[in-house]
């Protein structure tokens, strides 16, 4: 009888030592897979604010090209042309024209924030065609100022749109041009140089109003 009581004892014994280490490798076996679950967490995470940021840059980027119209590089593509045929010298006016007539085609219009794109793209489509003209005819001065006379009423028409980006601008007014109908032009200074009549009547005109 103390044989079977003894034996149980013991088995008693035996049995309330092993049952908590078992409880420990299973919480020991299960802690790898929690770490595992906190790890891809933090990896789900990190790839999402990494996408918010991203696509934030994208958006800033879409607003500055929608802002970005090159209205500077276009009235400086103008005023040389301008003040070449002031000078009567055609083959300036030519290269200053075509100059010109390159910053106009690379504006892209779909990506300019304005209210009238349809009447924006209208006023560059007859600007350029304008410059154009005037590049191709080197040899004919009087055929350059027509077109001039045009491209003018363009850059005003364009100018009215977008501004000046900050370049103070005159428009002058000759009234001896075009048989007498009169001309306007685009000027950077106060001081009247007609690119209509050259040299030969420079200084006739006045100055219509600041833009």
């Given at each position: ?116 794109n ?48 900050g ?25 009247i ?19």
């Amino acid at each position: 009888m103390k044989n079977i009581i003894t034996v149980l004892l013991v088995g008693a014994t035996l049995y309330s030592c092993t049952k908590p280490e078992n409880k420990v490798s299973e919480n020991k076996a299960a802690e790898p897979e929690i770490k595992s679950i906190e790890k891809t967490d933090s990896v789900v995470a990190l790839n999402q604010n990494q996408e918010v940021k991203e696509n934030s840059t994208e958006n800033k980027k879409e607003t500055v090209e929608l802002s970005a119209f090159p209205i500077q590089q276009v009235i400086k593509g103008y005023l040389p042309l301008k003040n070449a045929l002031a000078q009567d010298n055609s083959q300036k006016a030519s290269d200053a024209a075509k100059s010109l007539f390159s910053i106009l085609k690379k504006i892209d219009i779909s990506k300019i924030n304005v209210k009238n794109n349809s009447e924006l793209r209208d006023i560059l489509e007859s600007a350029s065609e304008n410059a154009e003209h005037i590049g191709e005819n080197s040899d004919d001065i009087g055929h350059q100022r027509e077109h001039l006379l045009s491209l003018s009423n363009d850059i005003t028409d364009l100018i009215e749109e977008v501004g000046t980006g900050g370049i103070k601008l005159y428009q002058d007014f000759c009234p001896m041009y075009n048989n007498g109908k009169g001309g306007t032009w685009i000027s950077e200074t106060k001081e009247i140089v007609n690119p209509y009549e050259g040299t030969k009547m420079l200084n006739c005109g006045s100055v219509k109003k600041v833009l």
